[in-house]
């Protein structure tokens, strides 16, 4: 008997703000069927709980610790969770499935490096990598 594929762990971010035009109906539908589709996937083991985040924050630099200036409205990051996939392209696919995105936001998935940070190495932290 061979074994299934190992799964690797993606994050998933959820950004953006509703659609202006939608209502609050609207807009619950769509929660409370991405809670249906998250309690799936989690029942599947293809993904992990994860949080909403609150509104409060704060923004920590070598300049110290400011309120601000934070990222645009388009890019203001609701909350994260993680999906169990076999690659890159699945987990998109999994994540394609929110009913949430539907209604103005969007996900950003990416592959959790297991391996250290190191300065010897190309990371997403490194000056032009995602050029």
């Not at 929660?31 to 704060?58: C, N, S, T």
């Not at 990222?71 to 987990?91: C, K, P, S």
Request: glycine share 8%; net charge negative.
């Amino acid at each position: 008997m061979t074994q299934p594929p190992a799964l690797s762990e993606f994050l998933v971010i959820s950004r953006g703000q509703w659609d202006a035009g939608r209502s609050p109906e609207e807009i619950q539908d769509a929660i409370d069927r991405f809670y249906e589709w998250h309690d799936r996937l989690v029942a599947a083991g293809r993904m992990k709980p994860g949080q909403r985040l609150a509104r409060e924050r704060r923004m920590v630099s070598r300049q110290g610790v400011t309120d601000g200036p934070f990222a645009e409205a388009r890019e203001v990051v609701g909350g994260y969770w993680f999906i169990l996939a076999a690659d890159l392209d699945e987990a998109a696919a999994l994540v394609a499935g929110n009913p949430c995105l539907a209604c103005g936001l969007s996900c950003e998935v990416r592959p959790v490096e297991p391996a250290r940070a190191s300065a010897w190495r190309a990371s997403c932290e490194t000056p032009g990598h995602f050029a």
